[in-house]
């Protein structure tokens, strides 16, 4: 038998306001920060090609997705800020940007697009590019749960690609997936993480040959623990594949193809493993 709600019941269920249901929302050159300010938690940004003014400052959870069957749209910081794209939300996802002109004048560490001190988020299928003086394309700094999936970084003068910091990921992961980080200073870089779990998976770092804020490489670890990489193509880079500094340790290496740089792997940490590997520099786990 059906019991009735109580009648008090009922007028305070009738009297509660209903959840705004998520909105997509389409966006043109000139009115992102506009879209952006009037935007609720859980909206979707298309943007439609063209290009559009930075920096930007992303304060709540959205997506932000380049509009499908159109060339990516550019967001161009123009010189004028430390990072083009702040995301400072969590749960932020940025799929199929164009991103360009963070520039050293702004402040220090300059990036395309900045994940720092975030629970989740990440970016999906994008391009980053150096068109100033950044030192990374795509920074993950103290996070916890970022999905870096499938984008390009090309130029810069630190890293492509940096992940630091990171020491608890919760149930989750820092995910480096299916990128390509080419002709910067160093492909990737993983640094001053102890704990947590950081996975670099099916990632090409190569060409990685132009000065910068170090030796050129494709992937250097420092200072960093337990991270896992696993069929990574890293060739061609200016002085070594995989560089492991002497406190970086337990790390692990699998399927991974490590050729035509200078120096394929200097391993000076203790307790790095892996298997698989051409060639395969690393003694079994």
């Keep these: 038998m059906r019991r009735a709600v109580p009648i008090a019941v009922l007028a305070v269920l009738l009297s509660l306001p209903a959840a705004a249901a998520a909105a997509t929302r389409d966006v043109r050159p000139g ?82 697009v900045d994940f720092s001190d975030l629970e989740s988020g990440g970016i999906t299928d994008s391009i980053v590019r150096d068109t100033c003086d950044a030192e990374y394309g795509i920074n993950v700094f103290r996070s916890r749960r970022i999905d870096v999936l499938r984008n390009t970084a090309v130029g810069f003068s630190d890293a492509g690609i940096y992940v630091g910091g990171i020491t608890d990921t919760g149930r989750g992961a820092i995910v480096v997936r299916g990128n390509e980080s080419l002709r910067n200073n160093r492909g990737f870089i993983l640094e001053d ?85 051409r060639p395969d520099a690393f003694p079994a786990c």
């Design 193 to 277: 993480s102890n704990g947590g779990r950081v996975r670099v998976v099916a990632n090409g770092f190569e060409g990685n040959r132009s000065r910068g804020e170090g030796v050129p490489t494709g992937v250097f670890i420092r200072n960093s623990d337990g991270a896992l990489f696993k069929r990574n193509d890293v060739a061609g880079n200016g002085r070594f594949g995989v560089d492991l500094d002497g406190n970086s340790d337990r790390n692990r290496f699998f399927g991974n193809r490590i050729f035509r740089n200078p120096v394929n792997v200097r391993n000076r940490g203790a307790g790095n493993c892996g298997g698989g590997n």
């Design 31 to 112: 009115g992102l920060h506009r879209a952006i300010e009037r935007a609720a938690p859980g909206d979707t940004l298309i943007l439609h090609s063209g290009r559009y003014r930075g920096p930007v400052v992303i304060p709540e959870r959205l997506k932000l997705f380049g509009a499908r069957g159109e060339a990516r749209p550019l967001i161009d910081g123009r010189c004028r800020a430390r990072a083009t794209i702040t995301v400072a939300a969590n749960d932020v996802r940025l799929r199929r940007l164009e991103v360009v002109g963070a520039d050293e004048s702004g402040g220090s560490l300059p990036s395309e």
